[in-house]
Structure formats: C-alpha cells, structure tokens
C-alpha cells in the first residue's frame, strides 16, 4: 500500500511550500491559508512543479497561468474555489480530524478511506464572490505573454466591453513591477506543461532553472526585494512587449549536463 500524504494549510503556503504539498492527493485548506505563487515579482519562474499543476486548475489552464504571471493571492476558501485545495476544514476541526486519521490510519489503509474521513471534517460548500473567469479566460489564454498583455491593455482601456476593467487595470500595474522575462518563460511553462507527465515537468523545470542562473533577472530580482529592499528591480526590459522569441526559448532549449533520470532519484520504487 502507497502511503497517502495529507497536506494541511493553515497559515502561508508559497514557494518551495507549495512544492512539497499541492501534490499530494488530499489538500486541506483553512481559514488561516494564504497560497500564492510571486516568483514573477523576484525574476524567477513558477517551479516546484508549478508547469503541470498549474496548468490543470480546474481542468482549466488561464487560470493557472493568471496565478502564475500575477502572483494573485488566494485565500481561505478561495483555494477550494479555484481548484487548489480540495478541501476546506475550520482550524478548531482540525483536532477532530487529526485523532480520527490515527484512529484509523494503518498500513492498509486506503487513500479512498482517508478521504472519507478527511471529508466528514470538511465544510466544501462554495460561496463567496465569483472568479471573473470570463476576463480572465480572454486575457490569460497561454499563447505568449504579449498577446497577454495586448488583451489585458483592451480590457483595462474599455475597448473591449467587460465588468472586470477595473480589476485589468489593477493586474496591468501589478504585472509592470514584474520581470517581463520571467512573465514570458511563465506563460510558455504552463503552455507546454498541459501536455507533460510531472516528471516531465520537473526535467523541464530543472532546465529552466539553470537558465535563470545563467540570467541577470533572478539576481536582481533579489537584490532590490531581499538585500538592498529597495523594490526597484532594474529589469532586462521594460515591458513584456521587448522580450523576443530567442530570450525565451533560451530558457528551454538546452542541454544540461546533470543526470535527468528522476526514477533513479528515488527509492522504494516511487513512481511520478
């Protein structure tokens, strides 16, 4: 029997965070969750897998690639909305849950049996504000951060008829503070993770992250947030509008020299 992991979110889940825990088959969220991915903001891209599940929210992948360029927080029941969370559980249930998981908790216990308990803890009702997935169905499709851009600037400039121009007007600044490259190579993971396994992905990804060491966005990107804090990252470009074709496709097309064979990375047979 596989062991199930459980991931409880009760407080900020970002980053690597989301890394060792949207994975796993059950996704607990609480009114104390805060899920984000703002590697935009710091010249980086959405790793840790970011390609497939973000790709996949909702069986829908604008949402995912919305999430990744702006670096939008999601909060409480949002998570379940949106497709993050699969459950949503109040922090003073959680006691509940923990003891009636150890009750019953064996090395044959099955992922099937844990869900039913974990969903006799859960409050999964939806309510709340809408996502504007209409807007953000139109903005965000995954072809390339320019048209992107050029969708959201219709939108935010009333030349295209919508109730959200407010909210495109607030994503167009937010994405302006953001590496235009990394807004780019964004768009272009999640585009291609759809159609990738994760250990596909997570090969992808590797190389993405060598370019990003080889690239000037990632360290300045640090140095205006983290070292000096001056929160004026001087960027390669001033706007997504400038990044060409090649400077994305460098992130993607190479030949690293590191062993890929993920399978052989692990034990116990663990499978992706």
């Known amino acids: 029997m596989k ?3 459980v991931s409880i979110w009760n407080g ?7 890394g060792i825990s949207v994975h796993a088959p059950i996704r607990i969220a609480t009114e104390k969750s805060v ?3 703002p590697e935009t903001g710091i010249g980086f891209f959405t790793d840790v897998g970011g390609s497939y599940f973000l790709s996949r929210l909702n069986g829908n992948e604008c949402l995912g690639t919305f999430l990744g360029v702006t670096g939008h927080r999601l909060k409480s029941k949002d998570l379940l909305k949106w497709g993050v969370a699969t459950n949503y ?3 003073d249930k959680l006691e509940g849950l923990y003891k009636d998981v150890n009750k019953a908790a064996s090395s044959t ?3 099937e049996e844990i869900k039913e308990i974990v969903d006799s803890h859960s409050d999964n009702k939806i309510d709340g504000d809408k996502i504007p997935e209409d807007t953000i169905n139109y903005c965000f499709k995954p072809d390339s951060m320019k048209q992107i851009y050029l969708r959201l600037k219709e939108v935010a400039e009333g030349k295209k008829s919508s109730d959200d121009k407010a909210l495109a007007e607030k994503w167009l600044k937010n994405i302006g503070r953001f590496s235009p490259i990394s807004c780019s190579v964004v768009v272009e993971q999640i585009r291609r993770g759809k159609n990738m396994s994760l250990s596909e992905v997570f090969e ?3 190389k993405i992250s060598q370019g990003f060491m080889e690239s000037g966005e990632f360290y300045e990107g640090v140095r205006a947030l983290l070292i000096d804090k001056d929160n004026s990252p001087k960027w390669k470009h001033s ?3 400038e990044v060409n074709k090649s400077e994305i496709d460098f992130f993607f097309d190479r030949s ?6 993920l399978k052989g990375m692990y034990r116990d047979g663990i499978k992706f």
């Open 3 to 5: 062991p199930v992991q």
């Open 89 to 91: 559980i109040e922090t």
């Open 109 to 111: 216990t099955s992922l």
């Open 35 to 37: 899920f984000a991915m």
């Open 12 to 18: 900020i889940v970002m980053g690597g965070g989301v």
């Open 239 to 241: 706007t997504v509008e």
């Open 256 to 261: 690293e020299t590191l062993n890929l064979d």
């Open 204 to 206: 992808m990804e590797y």
